[in-house]
């Protein structure tokens, strides 16, 4: 059952209990690298993203897509029979995922201490809003909740304007990638001590983390960093312009790249302005500067400005919406669009895997279990119950086949 | 020289040629874990970062935060005994991370190949703006290009307004915090193989991995998604609302909450409209919903709501700028705020590791190196280079001490 997808995770097994976003999308990124994923869903409801619309022949793509390669049973683990069939899994795990509100596993007789006794090897890894310490570990959190704590949406948005909430619900994803590495790095002390041990993520110390210098800026100078929109706060012209038909960003770092750049426009009437001589005076004298080209860049269109720009070699680039970047052609050469075959939905695409290997890569991307989907995978292949046991469990409600 | 801080990878080695952002803040992540990592910067001018303000007794507090718990060497890598060193360097080491142009490193006779034989066990890791393939592989990137081409830009900000860039540099975070997952992943593939491989991260292609469902949602409906600024797109009142003296999240997900948040606001008057009977109607007419609560809410300040809301269970928030944020008791229980000592700097704060262990935390955060502070440590004594050696080294301008 392990092993043969190719990944450099392959023949690493996980316990996957997490829901909705941020767990699932740590459990993606391990399936992604060959980890074998065994995703517990509550019977005859599942995980709450099934209902996440707009669905494709009865499935959620919400779910579709972050749960691609991962094998999906039911259990009910408040019926003791379930809650032995988990053990039975930890047994045979290396890696246990739960995003439950603080609390929830123990009060099932889950908690790390029970199942560290079962598998001592066990790393069990537990993904939450605020943590499993700290005043708030009780409270609930959602993305926008820990995007507004977490101190980047103060950051985000044109200045004077309203705090700004980041279009990708980053709160979730940040945390997932913050579990996935936390994980690993106890994959690889268990390799050193032989023992594994538990791994505690709050989704709101992720957002700290990825304020990086905004904390030690803030700390030693006491100045409050604000939202500066859509252009380099040191670096000018480094921004946003409007060309006649959307938006694209020209990146001049420097006096020569600033030069090049009024040639191209036909703006050499700016170089002779003491206004704006250097990076410094450009960019404490940015309004005029930036209206000024501006003006020039509305008279014709982003890839008019992006072709005269891109030969001169002046670093910039278009703001592309979803659809074209599903059809970018670096995009596609990198394979980030993959393609897969759902049992009930059909053909459906998916993002790949941004993270490539010389010799491991996985090989396949299977499709997002259906509800149930692979009960008699994991209960009889890998805990090796009868095919009558597993009809029991159905009838006593501790699985479900859809 | 290795091991003892604690860490899950206490023990694992990084030799780090990674400048400015994405490639130190992997291997920031990774020293925070408890890796060994040994920075090799330019002699006498160092990582660009170092040249970022604002300084404190002439430190980088943006270089101080990124490069925290890391060893710092010289090495001019264009001088045949700097390439000799590096070599040296990478025979005991398990990971090597760059993030140059691609081409750099094999211009430089440095390349996974060479590295490879002299260490067939090692772990190569390249974090590029576009990746080592594809028709944009040569084409510089930074963060705000990558947030452009990646899509999120154009869905963060008001709907109707221009795309908006995230006020942190998630363009290159994720791209260091996917790279930190290839490594350790390809760590863990080596314990299996005995070999190590090249790894390839893409900023454009994380900014891709990280649009999740919209990849999806956009390929099967071909309904392109956009900017829906502060609220969820189908939950309401699930939003950002005006208090008198600043701005409060509400994120009321069900009838029973929407009731409880009438009765708290006294708007029992919305109640009965039914306009706003379900939470379908309530989205549909989401504008009207939205400023009658924002009536209400502007007339007090964002604590006595945040309070009232708390008190009857409806989930909220504050938006908290940076300096909220380093002073929040969740934030401070958590240890997402250290205090280390530099040598010149004096004491700095900087972010925590957002990933805790039960049993394997580093014990230390240790300074940020100045330039060329561990040439000894690292070259007498990891590579058992003579005092009379590395002053040899200095003169030929091989390694500086400053």
Known sequence: MRGDNGGPLDGVRVVDLTRV???????????????????????????DARAFGPHVQG???????????????????????GKGILQSLVKKADILLENFRPGTMEALGLGYEELARVNPKLIYASCSGFGQTGPLRDRPAYDLIVQAMGGIMSLTGAPGGPPTRVGSSIGDITAGLFTAIGVLAALQARERTGRGQKVDVSMLDCQVAILENAITRYLVTGELPTRVGNRHPSITPFAVFPGSDGYFIVAAGNDT???????VIGREDLLGNPLFATNASRTENHQE???????????????????????????CGPI?????????????????????????????????????????????????????????????????????????LERDGVVSFS
Not at 257 to 263: D, I, P, S
Not at 290 to 303: P, R, V
Not at 337 to 361: M, Q, W, Y
């Open 289 to 315: 500067l930036l209206e000024a080209l501006e003006g020039t860049f509305s008279t014709k269109s982003t890839g008019y400005w992006l072709e005269r720009l891109q030969e001169a070699g002046i670093p």
């Open 59 to 81: 499935e959620s793509t919400y779910f579709m897509s972050l749960n691609r390669n991962k094998k999906g049973i039911t259990l009910n683990l408040k019926k003791p029979a």
């Open 257 to 263: 790249l600033w030069e090049k750049l009024c040639r």
């Open 320 to 392: 592309l919406g979803v659809d074209e970047v599903c059809r970018h052609p670096q995009v596609l050469a990198r394979e980030m669009i993959v393609e897969l075959d759902h049992p009930k939905a059909g053909r459906i695409k998916v993002p790949g895997c941004p993270v490539k290997f010389s010799e491991t890569n996985r090989t396949t991307t299977d499709p997002a279990p259906t509800l149930g989907q692979h009960n008699r995978e994991v209960l009889g292949g890998i805990l090796g119950l009868k095919p009558g046991e597993i009809e029991n």
């Open 21 to 47: 976003l941020a767990g699932p999308f740590c459990s993606m990124v391990l399936a992604d690298l060959g980890a074998e994923v065994i995703k517990v869903e509550y019977p005859g409801r599942g995980d």
